[in-house]
């Protein structure tokens, strides 16, 4: 039981994954979490983006023990349907009724301008998700070359850590 309006619908994803309705609509679980993460976002407290000028003021010594400190906006989501299309259907009403599951990993952060959902990678994401565990970019490396069999050379991981201070998730 909640007193506030704005977590209302923290159960319909979970309800709507035991409803018959998954039948005809088996995305519609998977939908509903992405909406949900969104109204999590919006509401979470915004810290703001890390100024990429402060990166310069790290010894390069010290790069691999660097750990990160995300925004409380930022949420993850793993899907076995396109989510992202089928929450713009409108602008792509192709995307409205997909036949078959398509994995999907979105990253969802809450901006000056407002809620922002993006898809990544698998490899983004589980860097993503290291990341947010507080591990450190060594930690990050050796967790990935262990478990994914992926090559994380040093300018990938850059190339990943770049792509998230130009959207501003860090």
């Keep these: 039981n909640t007193y506030n309006l704005a977590e209302v619908g923290a159960h319909l994803p979970d309800f709507i994954g035991r409803h018959e309705v998954l039948a005809e609509f088996p995305f519609l679980e998977d ?22 000028a402060e990166l310069t ?6 790069w691999p023990q660097m750990k990160f400190k995300f925004d409380q906006s930022l949420r993850l989501l793993e899907s076995s349907w396109p989510v992202i299309g089928l929450a713009n259907q409108n602008k792509n009403p192709q995307c409205m009724n997909p036949k078959m599951p398509q994995k999907a990993w979105v990253v969802i952060w809450r901006s000056q301008d407002g809620v922002v ?4 990678d698998e490899l983004d994401c589980e860097v993503l998700k290291l990341a947010m565990k507080g591990k450190s970019l060594e930690e990050i490396g050796n967790c990935i070359s262990e478990h994914m069999i992926a090559d994380l050379s040093p300018h990938r991981i850059s190339g990943i ?3 998230w201070l130009s959207k501003k998730i860090l």
């Design 161 to 163: 850590f770049g792509t």
């Design 57 to 62: 003021k790290v010894p390069e010594a010290q």
């Design 31 to 52: 939908l509903a979490r992405l909406e949900w993460s969104m109204i999590e976002s919006f509401f979470a407290p915004w810290s703001g983006a890390l100024d990429p």
């Design 117 to 120: 959902m993006d898809a990544m």
